[in-house]
């Protein structure tokens, strides 16, 4: 065995978040009386895209991303709604559904017997917790590292040495990191010294920059690897 402990991002990598964004955006504007239109959407999606990037960064707090989502949406809309409601009716409909990635049930119920399973991902904690909880996925996790409990987040080291430090024996060499972010994920990975496996379904071009020990297009080539 090459690596017992496998530090798996959720969306994206092992959630299909754009589905359940999508589902959660519906409940949204039927809650609070919006337009549900693929170009409102969109204007969310721009809005709330460039607050997480601001929030990877490091510039933004999650408490003030997951408001100001909202305030910049309905301004951009013209409409007068409550945005802190509005976020609430958004992250419960999130927190509803879990839709796995193309074979990734398959994958983490078959590694789950060998190895230890653990997710690392940025969010808000409630959310994911919630999402995880009602998912296919929980029996086969070993634990979850939410950025908002760790107190820092992907890309940073103290992220990483919070991970390694709850779980049991684990080192530099027994780790690997999971993920379809360079951003985030492999540039966290270097960071922290870990090794990791870019997730690149889209087969997007390589970021030049970043140590990338191995890459996938299908979360089965990790039987191979692991
Ligand atoms: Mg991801």
């Given at each position: 065995m090459n690596y017992s402990n496998l530090l798996f991002d959720a969306d994206?990598?092992?959630?299909d978040f754009p589905k359940a964004a999508e589902l959660a955006f519906h409940a949204l504007c039927r809650a609070n009386d919006l337009p549900d239109t693929p170009e409102a959407r969109r204007l969310y999606e721009t809005i709330n895209r460039s607050l997480w990037d601001a929030f990877d960064r490091g510039e933004i707090s999650k408490e003030t991303l997951t408001t100001l989502r909202f305030v910049r949406f309905l301004e951009a809309l013209g409409l007068e709604r409550n945005p802190e409601k509005c976020d609430q009716d958004y992250l419960a409909a999130l927190g509803a559904g879990v839709y796995p990635t193309p074979h990734a049930q398959e994958v983490c119920e078959v590694l789950s017997q060998t190895h230890r399973l653990y997710l690392v991902t940025n969010a808000v904690a409630s959310v994911q917790r919630s999402r995880l909880q009602g998912s296919v996925f929980a029996p086969l996790f070993s634990d979850a590292f939410i950025s908002e409990e760790a107190g820092a987040?992907?890309?940073?080291?103290a992220y990483f040495d919070y991970v390694l430090s709850h779980?049991?024996?684990?080192?530099e060499r027994n780790c690997l990191v999971i993920g379809d972010s360079p951003a985030t994920d492999l540039l966290g990975a270097n960071n922290a010294g870990l090794p990791c496996c870019w997730y690149n379904p889209n087969g997007?071009?390589?970021?030049?920059?970043l140590r990338i020990d191995w890459e996938i297009a299908?979360?089965?080539e990790l039987y191979e690897i692991v």
């Amino acid at each position: 065995m090459n690596y017992s402990n496998l530090l798996f991002d959720a969306d994206d990598t092992l959630f299909d978040f754009p589905k359940a964004a999508e589902l959660a955006f519906h409940a949204l504007c039927r809650a609070n009386d919006l337009p549900d239109t693929p170009e409102a959407r969109r204007l969310y999606e721009t809005i709330n895209r460039s607050l997480w990037d601001a929030f990877d960064r490091g510039e933004i707090s999650k408490e003030t991303l997951t408001t100001l989502r909202f305030v910049r949406f309905l301004e951009a809309l013209g409409l007068e709604r409550n945005p802190e409601k509005c976020d609430q009716d958004y992250l419960a409909a999130l927190g509803a559904g879990v839709y796995p990635t193309p074979h990734a049930q398959e994958v983490c119920e078959v590694l789950s017997q060998t190895h230890r399973l653990y997710l690392v991902t940025n969010a808000v904690a409630s959310v994911q917790r919630s999402r995880l909880q009602g998912s296919v996925f929980a029996p086969l996790f070993s634990d979850a590292f939410i950025s908002e409990e760790a107190g820092a987040a992907k890309p940073q080291k103290a992220y990483f040495d919070y991970v390694l430090s709850h779980i049991p024996g684990a080192d530099e060499r027994n780790c690997l990191v999971i993920g379809d972010s360079p951003a985030t994920d492999l540039l966290g990975a270097n960071n922290a010294g870990l090794p990791c496996c870019w997730y690149n379904p889209n087969g997007l071009p390589r970021p030049a920059e970043l140590r990338i020990d191995w890459e996938i297009a299908d979360l089965r080539e990790l039987y191979e690897i692991v």
